[in-house]
C-alpha cells in the first residue's frame, strides 16, 4: 500500500528551537509538495522539487524556513528558530507528473505546536 | 483575497439529500481543477477532477466547471453520514510548469445528519 509517510506526527517545541520535519514520497513520485494548514490561512503551499530540483519555494518564509531534498526517497522541512505563528500542521504531498494529473497524495501531517 | 474561494458553511444535509458546493476562482489562465475531501484529523484526499466544461460524473459525485463563469461546483447525491467533512476546491495551471501546483480553497465544511 503506496504512501507518503511523514515524521514526527507531533512536535511540541519552544521558541526559538529548530525543528525538521521529514518525508518520504511514494516510490516513483517525482514530484514533492510541502503544505501548511492553518485555521486562518488553510492550505498553504511553501515549496515544492520536481525531481530533486527546488522549484518554486515562493511560499515560504526565507529567513527561517528552508527544504531540500537530499535523495529521491527523502524531503526534508527545517524551521529555524520556530516560532508560536509557524504552529500549524505540515503536510507532504507527492504526485507524478505525466501519470495522474493534479492527482496529490498527502501524508497524514506533522502537527507542530511552538510554544 | 484568495484566488480560490468557498463558502466555509457548515452545511447542514439530510441523509439521502443532494449537497451542493460551490467554488469561484480568479485565474482565466487556470485549467485544471479538483475537489478534495478531508475528514477531521485527517489528510486531503481526491475525489473528483475535472479539465472541461460541462459535467462529470463518478458515482455519487458530479462535479461541474464553466469557465467562461470562473466557477466549479460538487454535487454529492444521496449524501450519507460518511460524507461528514471540509470539501476543498483546487485549481491549478495558468502559468508554466503548473503541474500539481495547487492553489486551494478554504473548503465547505459539510454535515450530514441522519
Known amino acids: 500500500d503506496a504512501r507518503v509517510t511523514q515524521t514526527p506526527r507531533h512536535k511540541v517545541t519552544e521558541m526559538g528551537q529548530e525543528v525538521t520535519m521529514r518525508c518520504q514520497p511514494i516510490l516513483g513520485h517525482n514530484t514533492v509538495f510541502w503544505y501548511r494548514q492553518t485555521m486562518m490561512q488553510g492550505l498553504e503551499l511553501l515549496a515544492y522539487f520536481r525531481n530533486r530540483a527546488p522549484l518554486d519555494d515562493s511560499g515560504m518564509p526565507k529567513d527561517r524556513f528552508s527544504a531540500e531534498m537530499p535523495d529521491a526517497t527523502l524531503a526534508t522541512l527545517k524551521i529555524q528558530p520556530s516560532e508560536p505563528r509557524d504552529s500549524a500542521v505540515y503536510f507532504c504531498a507527492s504526485g507524478a507528473q505525466g501519470v495522474d494529473t493534479g492527482e496529490l497524495f498527502f501524508g497524514e501531517g506533522s502537527r507542530l505546536t511552538v510554544l | 483575497q484568495k484566488e480560490v474561494e468557498q463558502n466555509s458553511g457548515p452545511l447542514s444535509v439530510p441523509e439521502g439529500a443532494i449537497a451542493s458546493l460551490n467554488c469561484t476562482y480568479s485565474d482565466r489562465g487556470s485549467q485544471s481543477f479538483f475537489w478534495y475531501r478531508q475528514y477531521s484529523g485527517k489528510s486531503p484526499e481526491l475525489i473528483m477532477s475535472i479539465y472541461s466544461n460541462g459535467d462529470k460524473e463518478d458515482g455519487r459525485f458530479t462535479a461541474q466547471l464553466n469557465k467562461a463563469s470562473q466557477y466549479v461546483s460538487l454535487l454529492i447525491r444521496d449524501s450519507q453520514p460518511s460524507d461528514s467533512a471540509t470539501y476543498l476546491c483546487?485549481?491549478?495551471?495558468?502559468?508554466?510548469?503548473?503541474?500539481?501546483?495547487?492553489?486551494f480553497g478554504a473548503g465547505t465544511q459539510v454535515v450530514v445528519t441522519p
Open positions: 483546487a485549481s491549478e495551471g495558468g502559468f508554466t510548469d503548473s503541474w500539481g501546483k495547487l492553489q
